[in-house]
């Protein structure tokens, strides 16, 4: 049982570089989340998803896409990187908020380290 | 807008003593909260939560946390801190008025000393 799954762990960009940060989950969860970590900022969140085929923008957007492939993978995609964008970033998934109380928690992968240069 | 406060960047505490990280939220309506732990060059590792029922929530590695109503502050305890504690801490809340999405405090770094 993988959980959440992100790759790469690890990527260095040139500015105006594209790129897309996969994720997948195997706990058949219908909401997933991109987050961005910053020193002394928290978690942030960039988009969101609450089921395959919708995707809803979050609270840093900006330069960003993404894409529910199907109820496993949210990709998040890059279209032009620049070095505020250097970040490590987080998908996480849990179960709709409705179906049981009892199953709120996100779950989160381990992270991409993200460097634009 | 639901939101949390961590108030302390940092917490130091020795081994075996007992240690507190803070967590106060500000919610409409009843409040989800949540912690999460972060050890270095991994991702956010659920830790407990706080849904409904009895104010002291026991979770994983001996760690618990205190929902306080009135004082409307939801205190990471442990009685007894280990070095593999050190880590960063993130009490979230569950924000119903969007997206559902977890709100997260800024984080609080513990480091426990031998």
């Known amino acids: 049982n993988a959980g959440v799954t992100q790759t790469p762990k690890f990527q260095v960009l040139k500015t105006g570089q594209s790129m897309t940060l996969q994720c997948a989950q195997d706990?058949?969860?219908?909401?997933m989340y991109w987050y961005r970590q910053d020193p002394g900022m928290g978690l942030r969140l960039i988009y969101y998803?609450?089921?395959?085929?919708?995707?809803d923008k979050g609270e840093v957007p900006n330069g960003y896409n993404v894409s529910r492939l199907n109820k496993r993978e949210f990709s998040l995609r890059l279209e032009s990187a620049a070095p505020s964008q250097t970040s490590v970033y987080f998908c996480?998934?849990?179960?709709?908020?409705?179906?049981?109380?009892?199953?709120?928690?996100?779950?989160f992968g381990q992270g991409t380290r993200l460097t634009v240069v | 807008a639901q939101s949390v406060a961590q108030p302390e960047d940092q917490v130091n505490v020795a081994e075996g003593n007992p240690l507190t990280v803070k967590c106060t939220y500000s919610v409409s309506g009843n409040p989800y909260l949540f912690w999460y732990v972060q050890y270095p060059n991994r991702g956010l590792q659920f830790l407990l939560k706080?849904?409904?029922?009895?104010?002291l929530v026991k979770g994983s590695y001996g760690f618990e946390a205190e929902f306080n109503k009135s004082q409307t502050s939801f205190h990471l305890k442990k009685p007894s801190a280990l070095v593999s504690d050190s880590a960063l801490y993130f009490c979230a809340v569950r924000d119903f008025t969007r997206f559902q999405k977890l709100v997260f405090g800024t984080g609080t770094r513990l480091l426990v000393s031998p």
């Open positions: 996480a998934s849990s179960a709709r908020f409705g179906s049981t109380a009892q199953n709120t928690e996100a779950f």
């Open positions: 706080y849904i409904t029922g009895d104010n």
């Open positions: 706990m058949n969860h219908n909401s």
């Open positions: 998803s609450a089921s395959e085929g919708t995707t």
